[in-house]
T-cell receptor, first 115, second 109 residues
Framework: ETGVTQTPRHLVMGMTNKKSLKCEQH?????MYWYKQSAKKPLELMFV???????ENNSVPSRFSPECPNSSHLFLHLHTLQPEDSALYLC??????????????FGPGTRLLVL | GDSVTQMEGPVTLSEEAFLTINCTYT??????LFWYVQYPGEGLQLLLK?????DKGSNKGFEATYRKETTSFHLEKGSVQVSDSAVYFC????????FGTGTRLQVFP
């Protein structure tokens, strides 16, 4: 399998549930990203990891907890979410992310609905 | 702070029509500029990019020129196809991409 994959593609959860989103990249990249895409709003960068280390947290609420066990895998752990957290969550990767003009490659996203 | 402004959509065109999607930006320094495309049910794909003033990015018949004097990066295509129907995002970088809200393009036969 090539590129950036995300699972699950769709997720419905209650506000008291705990779930995790998974992202995997097969491109040999060292930087990975989580974005939130809501209707009528620009993509919002949530987290950036470089070589497994978190280098950016864009003021994301603590109910979103990222984990990057290695350069190929990125998780987003979800707990006690709110209905306004319903959105498309996109994962991306790039070779590096340190002010270098690198292309980001995106996965297909996980469509999340919080009830 | 840095920002990107795109024209509101949807843009509705007939096949073979000329396409322009406007994008202007506000940035300090010398950003790189990108157009990404999102087809239904898929993630974003890089369509083209330009890294300095007067550069022209091009791909699949789409073009955009980095205009520093007008702080613009308008996307153009001479003859659109039904398969070009998608959402198009303008973005500036290079390290922390800042996206516009996206413009939906609908092309009818």
């Amino acid at each position: 399998e090539t590129g950036v994959t995300q699972t699950p593609r769709h997720l419905v959860m209650g506000m008291t549930n705990k779930k995790s989103l998974k992202c995997e990249q097969h491109l040999g990249h060292n930087a990975m990203y989580w974005y939130k895409q809501s209707a009528k709003k620009p993509l919002e960068l949530m987290f950036v990891y470089n070589f497994k280390e978190q280098t950016e947290n864009n003021s994301v609420p603590s109910r979103f907890s990222p984990e990057c066990p290695n350069s190929s895998h990125l998780f987003l752990h979800l707990h006690t979410l709110q209905p306004e957290d319903s959105a498309l969550y996109l994962c991306a990767s790039s070779l590096l992310s340190l002010g270098v003009q690198e292309t980001q490659y995106f996965g297909p996203g996980t469509r999340l609905l919080v009830l | 702070g840095d920002s990107v402004t795109q024209m509101e959509g949807p843009v509705t065109l007939s096949e073979e029509a000329f396409l322009t999607i406007n994008c202007t930006y506000t940035a300090t320094g010398y950003p790189s500029l990108f157009w990404y495309v999102q087809y239904p049910g898929e993630g974003l794909q890089l369509l083209l990019k330009a890294t300095k003033a007067d550069d022209k990015g091009s791909n699949k018949g789409f073009e955009a020129t980095y205009r520093k004097e007008t702080t613009s990066f308008h996307l153009e295509k001479g003859s659109v196809q039904v398969s070009d129907s998608a959402v198009y995002f303008c973005a500036l970088g290079p390290d922390k991409l800042i996206f516009g809200t996206g413009t939906r393009l609908q092309v009818f036969p």
